[in-house]
């Protein structure tokens, strides 16, 4: 687990307006953060920056302490939890939570420990045997966080995970989402234009507004202004 740093982070695109425009935010060590703002305010571009899938132009990206800016995804530890889940429909779930250990070469027993573990915390362990097209929505987004989990991932990041899904199913994953992060303990930055997600899931809210930050508060202290 680990703290992120974000010192003055600017992303210019071209020439145009920045994206994101001298943004400075902490987010301590098991925080679950939101970003909230409407379409186009910058808040994929600051995750992507997070992730390392997009350069800074300028600022500095400190995560666990140590700055990142020049460091390659792979190298950051990070693991973003995608909107399609990015499932591999032809394997198992535990070939699909196996899967980073299978590229980092772990030894068999080692992943059986971590993937046992980890369906263990998630409620997985029925359905390791299933393929992903035989999974509900809401276990297929906990086979996804599995995965992140296996890796033990300084942090998660969550792009509008619950976009796609029917409002009931929405509810549900929240639920869920917000009980895990909780029984994990681990840094979780979480993007979505949705009130009632920034409102219910998170420790505090970053509001963003055309590339900067417009207030960081709980979500009772949102609540109780005027
Ligand atoms: P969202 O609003 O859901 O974050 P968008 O539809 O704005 O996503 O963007 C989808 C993809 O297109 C992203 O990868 C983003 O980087 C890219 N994109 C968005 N705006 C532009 C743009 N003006 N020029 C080029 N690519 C863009
Ligand atoms: P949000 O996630 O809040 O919808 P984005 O981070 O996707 O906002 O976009 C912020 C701004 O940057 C928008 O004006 C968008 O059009 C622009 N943008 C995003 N990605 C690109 C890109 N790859 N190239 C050019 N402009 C982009």
Avoid at 137 to 159: S, W, Y
Avoid at 191 to 209: P, Y
């Amino acid at each position: 687990m680990a703290s992120i740093e974000m010192r003055n982070i600017v992303k210019q695109y071209g020439d145009g307006f920045p994206a994101v425009n001298d943004v400075s935010l902490d987010i301590a060590d098991g925080e679950f953060m939101i970003l909230v703002g409407p379409s186009g305010c910058g808040k994929s571009t600051l995750l992507r920056m997070i992730v390392g899938l997009e350069d800074i132009t300028s600022g500095d990206m400190i995560i666990g302490g140590k700055r990142v800016n020049d460091l390659a995804p792979r190298d950051r530890n990070l693991s973003m939890v995608f909107q399609n889940y990015a499932l591999y429909p032809h394997m198992t779930v535990y070939e699909n939570i196996a899967f980073p250990l299978r590229l980092s070469k772990t030894p068999d027993e080692e992943v059986r420990r971590r993937v046992t573990e980890a369906a263990e915390v998630l409620e997985l362990k029925d359905h390791l045997e299933r393929k992903p097209a035989n999974l509900s929505g809401g276990q297929r987004q906990r086979v996804a966080m599995g995965r992140a989990i296996v890796r033990q991932a300084e942090a998660f990041l969550f792009d509008e995970p619950l976009s796609n899904l029917d409002a009931k199913l929405r509810g549900q994953m929240r639920t869920e989402i917000a009980r895990l992060q909780r029984r994990l303990g681990i840094t979780t930055v979480y993007v979505t234009h949705d009130q009632t997600e920034a409102m219910t899931l998170g420790d505090r809210v970053c509001v963003l507004r055309k590339g900067k930050i417009q207030q960081v508060a709980s979500p009772r202290e949102l609540y109780e202004q005027p």
